[in-house]
């Protein structure tokens, strides 16, 4: 069965770099999608992407953040200079034009120190 | 404000019993609607969705979901619980009119007893 991977597991890193998380969605789907869950808090939106282009994104995501599609089977999500309170499980999801659920992968655990 | 409420942040129950999982949405009109699993490290499953028609929907694992419109619930079942379920569950909506975005519950822990 398909499935959304990503990459790496976990990532630690110090405070004001930047970092590049990872993710295959499902190969024939078309809309993207990162999401985060702080520890203890919900699972938050953060951005959606088709054609190329971002199509929606929350607060949250500002400038220090963005999403780039550089081939035809990744999808990164890039924080240029990370803050403590970036530290969250970051979710990639992926969902095909016929239906409307979206399928997650494993998610990559960001620690900022 | 559209949101998501699921009332039980941890449920107790015992291997064998039934379980049953609180939903509750406020959204200007019926929007799709999904559970997800999240077993201990990792992903989020989807489990089951519901988009229109019969309001009681099926899912993997043996999990049921009744939708109902009065109520603004979308309220997870399962008749006898497996050790294996022990995991967080969410709840999820996504408007029908207009945007992708997942709108999630804070989610209820499940835990299962021998």
């Known amino acids: 069965e398909p499935e959304v991977t990503q990459t790496p597991s976990h990532q630690v890193t110090q405070m004001g770099q930047e970092v590049i998380l990872r993710c295959v969605p499902i190969s024939n789907h078309l809309y993207f999608y990162w999401y985060r869950q702080i520890l203890g808090q919900k699972v938050e939106f953060l951005v959606s992407f088709y054609n190329n282009e971002i199509s929606e994104k929350s607060e949250i995501f500002d400038d220090q953040f963005s999403v780039e599609r550089p081939d035809g089977s990744n999808f990164t999500l890039k924080i240029r200079s990370t803050k403590l309170e970036d530290s969250a499980m970051y979710f990639c999801?992926?969902?095909?034009?016929?239906?409307?659920?979206?399928?997650f992968g494993p998610g990559t655990r960001l620690t900022v120190t | 404000a559209q949101s998501v409420t699921q009332p039980d942040i941890h449920i107790t129950v015992s291997e064998g019993a039934s379980l049953e999982l609180r939903c509750n949405y406020s959204?200007?009109?019926?929007?799709?609607l999904f559970w997800y699993v999240q077993s201990p490290g990792q992903g989020l499953q989807l489990l089951l969705k519901y988009f229109s028609g019969d309001t009681l929907v099926q899912g993997i694992k043996g999990f049921e979901a009744e939708f109902k419109r009065s109520q603004s619930s979308f309220n997870l079942r399962k008749p006898s619980v497996h050790w294996s379920d022990a995991a967080e569950y969410f709840c999820a909506v996504r408007p029908k009119a207009a945007g992708n975005k997942l709108t999630f519950g804070g989610g209820t822990r499940v835990l299962v007893k021998p």
């Open positions: 999801a992926s969902r095909s034009t016929e239906g409307y659920e979206q399928y």
């Open positions: 959204y200007g009109a019926t929007p799709y």
